[in-house]
């Protein structure tokens, strides 16, 4: 099982960005999955997650700005990111019991 994040890319604040987490040799329908970030010299966070059913759970500083979706179909879990900010700068992973490799997202100010 081997999860692959893309997607990540240098943007202006108020910009949006669209990352996306496919899954391989493995389905996400039978997992929650979720989205974390680490920031140069923090410590990782989950920022958005979503559950088997497809409920959500987003961290107070993205909701209302990212949204996390998934498609069993595709094995993919995406996150839409709208109106970034320079402080959603940091490596983005996906999680889903195996750690996906990290995409960089970096917001200019």
């Known amino acids: 099982v081997q999860l692959q994040a893309s997607g990540g890319g240098l943007v202006q604040a108020g910009g949006s960005l669209r990352l996306s987490c496919a899954a391989s040799g493995s389905r996400f329908s039978s997992n929650a999955v979720g989205w974390y970030r680490q920031a140069p010299g923090k410590q990782r966070e989950l920022v958005a997650g979503?559950?088997?059913?497809?409920?959500?759970s987003y961290v107070d500083s993205v909701k209302g700005r990212f949204t996390i979706s998934r498609d069993n179909t595709k094995n993919t879990v995406n996150l839409q990111m709208n109106r970034l900010k320079p402080e959603d700068t940091a490596v983005y992973y996906c999680?889903?019991?195996?750690w996906g490799q990290g995409t960089l997202v970096t917001v200019s100010s």
């Open positions: 999680y889903a019991g195996i």
């Open positions: 979503i559950t088997t059913g497809g409920s959500t």
